[in-house]
């Protein structure tokens, strides 16, 4: 099955500064790549995905890159304000099956 | 992306008891996943509940403990059985639909 290594697992930066989150998948046939912020006590949020077909997405100060061939993917966070401060967690999978498979999470801290 | 809709948002249960918890999705959605995250811990899939066929679990988890029901296309119920402290968790449904998760379900067993 899938497995999806996250790294790393706590990242602190100031605001303003941006942050980077890197995974690395298992599974060559995984074909969609959500990432999720969870703040404490809420479920996950949903905050942006890219599909195996794409090498980058962007959504105002978030973006993801994939790259298949290494099979690793990342979130970019810029300008990186004190509301970021979450869980976040990379996931794959997508597949006919439809499951997905979390990293581990990374602890994501922006000091004002 | 499917909104999704769970109850009760948290609960203190005693041990050996079981509780149920309930997923509604805002539209028909042939997969509803239900996941397990442990304290400090990532999101684990218990089982996946397609309609009209019995739930597909994961390695570690048995119906036994975690019967699954999923009567139409815009609900499911996961039910934690005889449960033991070791069950203390955040219990969340998710679809295919958008991959949107609920709020979840706060688990403490007691």
């Known amino acids: 099955g899938e497995n999806v290594e996250q790294h790393p697992s706590t990242l602190s930066v100031q605001e303003g500064d941006s942050a980077v989150i890197k995974c690395t998948y298992s599974d060559s046939a995984s074909n969609y790549f959500p990432w999720y912020k969870q703040e404490l006590g809420k479920g996950p949020q949903l905050i942006i995905d890219?599909?195996?077909?794409?090498g980058e997405k962007k959504d105002q100060r978030i973006a993801v890159t994939l790259n298949k061939t290494a099979k690793h993917f990342s979130l970019h966070i810029t300008e990186t304000q004190p509301e970021d401060s979450a869980v976040y967690f990379c996931a794959g999978g997508g597949t006919s099956y439809g499951k997905l498979t979390f990293g581990q999470g990374t602890i994501l801290t922006v000091h004002p | 992306s499917a909104v999704i809709s769970q109850k009760p948002s948290r609960d203190i249960c005693q041990r050996g008891t079981s509780l149920t918890i309930q997923c509604q999705v805002d539209?028909?959605?042939?997969?509803m996943f239900w996941y397990r995250q442990q304290p400090g811990q990532s999101l684990t899939l218990i089982a996946t509940a397609n309609q009209g066929s019995e739930a597909t679990y994961e390695s570690g988890f048995v119906i036994d403990k975690f019967p699954i029901s999923r009567p139409n296309l815009t609900f499911s119920t996961l039910t934690v059985s005889n449960m033991s402290p070791e069950d203390s968790s955040i219990y969340l449904c998710s679809t295919r639909d958008g991959y949107t998760f609920g709020s979840g379900t706060r688990l403490t067993v007691v």
């Open positions: 890219i599909r195996s077909n794409v």
């Open positions: 539209s028909q959605v042939t997969m």
